[in-house]
């Protein structure tokens, strides 16, 4: 599963990051600053007192900026979509756990699923207002997951879904589509990270597009550590697609590697590619990663500069002040001292809290995270969905979601890191592969946009 495979290079992600912070090699920081150490204060100060907040000066500059002020933003305020009910017909059958097979003794429609070392036990209890909810509950873990699932059912590339469940859990769990394919191979789809409810029971929300080839899905909420996970109220309702007016791909690359300037620039040259690239802005005098001198050629040219925090932090486990300090003082740091439009942000490994979101939103535009899936007229501008190329992403998979993009006007969201045939990293990608991918989406018309492009053209088309 994706899930596990993140984790994999997740931590060898970790690993790279640490050896550079043990062996960090002098080499020079900028041409805009000849004298490290006072560049090196200057940065501590602007960090220290940074804050997002609308009279910000640094947003002076920008074609729209401020979140708190542009008139992008303040006509078309940020309504979370999963604050929005879901209603029509439920396709989810027995979604109350009411009716018991006699042989199977499980709810009929209903199957459960425990997969690794783990003892994940099913049971039924009490769920919110007199209803049954399915429980599993984990007590010694080492890997895999246990869930419950609801029936296979029939669906088509292109259909649009909303799904929704009433849950109470103690753990960090996951709502998951597993979509299969004509052959019997299976492509299992983290929908959104359902964050621990403590005793109460919460609503989750969320929607979703088939993707190509897929012939039939099931659903089903996860719990992949010790814990209890209670579930009911399971929604599943099909809706038209929210489209735009047309497909658009944007090309995202995080952490800012020196390998993405030295490889991939010339390419994106090469066929008039505009960029957008997340830099961690406490690196920059390190060998594997841009200086601010390439960083300032990639701006000149034309790419977008976003934030990926000042360290790296993954901010699902960093507390709230730590959080708060390294999205306000990437901000300042990249805008402020080297003169970037800094707008949009994307955060390490994907992750956050709920405090976090709501902190991104006084600070950025937009939050791009690593869950899959296809952008709708119904995004979640701090919560957009991404294809993450790996280094065993085929090329015809790209190719693929590009053509979906453009024939079902959405917005797909291209996810890289090093540009480095020689990489040993499983996020790296292939210099070769990533030119055919630029010369599929050219041959196949399809507009690339940054992500500053892809919000400004899209915002004013959201459904709701
Ligand atoms: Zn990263």
Redesign the pocket.
């Known amino acids: 599963m994706r899930r596990k495979l993140g984790n994999i290079a997740l931590y060898a992600?970790a690993i790279l990051f640490l050896g550079y912070h043990l062996f960090p090699i002098g080499a020079g920081i900028s041409s805009k600053v000849a004298d490290q150490t006072s560049a090196k204060t200057t940065i501590k100060s602007l960090t220290d007192s940074a804050q997002c907040v609308a009279s910000d000066s640094a947003y002076d500059r920008l074609t729209y900026g401020n979140p708190l002020t542009d008139p992008l933003y303040t006509t078309l305020p940020y309504k979370d979509p999963a604050q929005l009910p879901v209603s029509g017909t439920n396709l989810v059958k027995n979604t109350g756990f009411k009716t018991i097979d006699p042989e199977t003794k499980l709810p009929t429609s209903w199957d459960t699923s425990q997969v690794g070392n783990n003892n994940g036990k099913f049971s039924l209890t009490a769920g919110p207002l007199g209803t049954t909810a399915a429980r599993v509950e984990v007590t010694q873990y080492k890997d895999g997951d246990a869930k419950w699932v609801t029936e296979a059912m029939p669906v088509k590339p292109g259909e649009f879904y909303r799904f929704e469940t009433q849950y109470r859990t103690s753990a960090y769990t996951y709502a998951l589509v597993d979509f299969s394919y004509a052959d019997g191979s299976h492509n299992y789809v983290i929908l959104q990270p359902v964050h621990p409810s403590g005793s109460s029971w919460q609503t989750y929300r969320t929607s979703f597009v088939v993707p190509a080839n897929v012939v039939t899905m099931s659903v089903s909420q996860v719990i992949d550590q010790a814990g209890i996970l209670d579930s009911t109220g399971y929604k599943l309702v099909k809706e038209p697609l929210p489209k735009f007016n047309r497909g658009l791909v944007s090309l995202n690359f995080?952490?800012g590697w020196r390998s993405i300037y030295e490889n991939g620039l010339p390419l994106f040259e090469k066929y008039d590619i505009k960029t957008t690239q997340?830099i961690?802005s406490g690196v920059l005098d390190q060998p594997a990663y841009m200086t601010p001198k390439m960083i300032d050629e990639f701006e000149a040219k034309g790419h977008e500069i976003g934030s990926?925090?000042m360290q790296?932090e993954d901010l699902a486990t960093t507390n709230d002040e730590n959080a708060k300090k390294t999205l306000a003082g990437s901000r300042a740091t990249l805008s402020h001292f080297y003169d970037w439009r800094v707008r949009n942000f994307?955060p390490?490994?994907g992750h956050y809290s709920d405090s976090v979101k709501n902190y991104v939103q006084q600070c950025y535009e937009s939050m791009r995270g690593t869950e899959t899936g296809f952008n709708t007229a119904e995004y979640d501008r701090y919560d957009l969905k991404v294809m993450n190329i790996e280094l065993t992403t085929k090329p015809e998979e790209v190719a693929t979601a590009v053509r979906f993009a453009r024939d079902h006007k959405l917005w797909l969201v291209l996810v890289y890191?090093e540009v480095d045939s020689k990489s040993e990293s499983a996020y790296a990608a292939n210099l070769a592969d990533l030119e055919k991918h630029i010369k599929t989406i050219k041959d196949e018309q399809v507009q690339v946009v940054t992500m500053a492009e892809g919000l400004a053209e899209t915002l004013p088309q959201l459904k709701r």
């Open positions: 992600l995080d952490d997340y961690i990926h925090t790296h994307a390490p490994y890191h």
